[in-house]
């Protein structure tokens, strides 16, 4: 679905990225992980096109997007959560919404349905400021404003940060459901524990390069993973 080949990104002299290949297939939940810095945002947002690399190869079922806007990828399938959420503050819950199926061609009330149904909470504050809604809110809208682009491949950056516990919880349960309708995941996560047990593939990420890949629950139980991530 997703192949990353040998990308290079500098900020400046800055060699942030340097050279990570990696691949998520149709159907699964890939997650990146890695410590603050280690550059997972920065993968995303090459991938989504608002950070441009340096060099390297990016395809989306197997064509090339690297020169293509990130609207045209957003049309072609890719959508981003970002870091942070950057819901649209003033305006409401139904608008930001609205403005996630801006780039689809078509009617989206059966979309806006089921983005509702996924998460009532978005429904029963449909005309609520989206800048008055709590942490764990804005991150439910953002989610949501992704899936009305009806993405094929979801890009996830940290939807845990700042969450309480059962609210992680809750996100992530949310998450293998959207997964398990049929879209493609992958996912930045600094909560390596919950996102290892989700994910069916992971890689940890170091300063710009990729350390240790495979099964996500199988990693999970490595010495090296164990120590540097899971805290023991
Ligand atoms: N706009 C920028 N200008 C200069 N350097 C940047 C910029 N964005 C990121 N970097 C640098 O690139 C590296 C990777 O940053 P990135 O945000 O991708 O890390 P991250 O893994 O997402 O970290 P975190 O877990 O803290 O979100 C860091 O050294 C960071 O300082
Ligand atoms: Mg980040």
Redesign the pocket.
């Known amino acids: 679905m997703l192949e990353i080949q040998d990308l290079h990104v500098h900020?400046?002299v800055?060699h942030?990225i340097k050279g990570i290949s990696f691949t998520v297939e149709e159907g699964e939940i890939v997650t990146l992980i890695?410590?603050?810095?280690?550059?997972?945002?920065?993968?995303l947002r090459s991938i989504s096109g608002l950070k441009k690399p340096t060099s390297g190869t990016l395809l989306l079922e197997g064509v090339e997007i690297s020169g293509l806007s990130p609207q045209a990828r957003v049309a072609r399938g890719l959508s981003q959560v970002p870091?942070g959420r950057r819901v649209f503050p003033e305006m409401t819950v139904q608008e930001n919404l609205d403005l996630g199926a801006f780039l689809r061609k078509g009617s989206s009330h059966a979309d806006l349905d089921e983005v509702f149904d996924r998460f009532p909470i978005l429904a029963e504050r449909r005309r609520q400021l989206a800048g008055t809604l709590s942490g764990g809110e804005q991150q439910m809208l953002a989610m949501g404003r992704a899936l009305m682009a009806k993405p094929k491949v979801l890009l996830l950056d940290?939807p845990s940060m700042g969450l309480a516990p059962l609210l992680v919880q809750e996100i992530f349960s949310i998450i293998t459901k959207i997964n398990e309708s049929g879209t493609t995941v992958l996912l930045v996560e600094?909560n390596a524990n919950l996102s290892l047990n989700i994910a069916d593939r992971a890689y940890v990420?170091e300063t710009g390069s990729i350390v240790l890949s495979g099964e996500g629950k199988a990693l999970a139980q490595t010495d090296e993973v164990k120590r540097a991530y899971l805290g023991g």
Do not use: D, R, S, V
Request: a negative charge.
């Open positions: 900020f400046g800055i942030a890695g410590a603050n810095g280690a550059g997972k945002t920065t993968t870091e940290e600094q990420m």
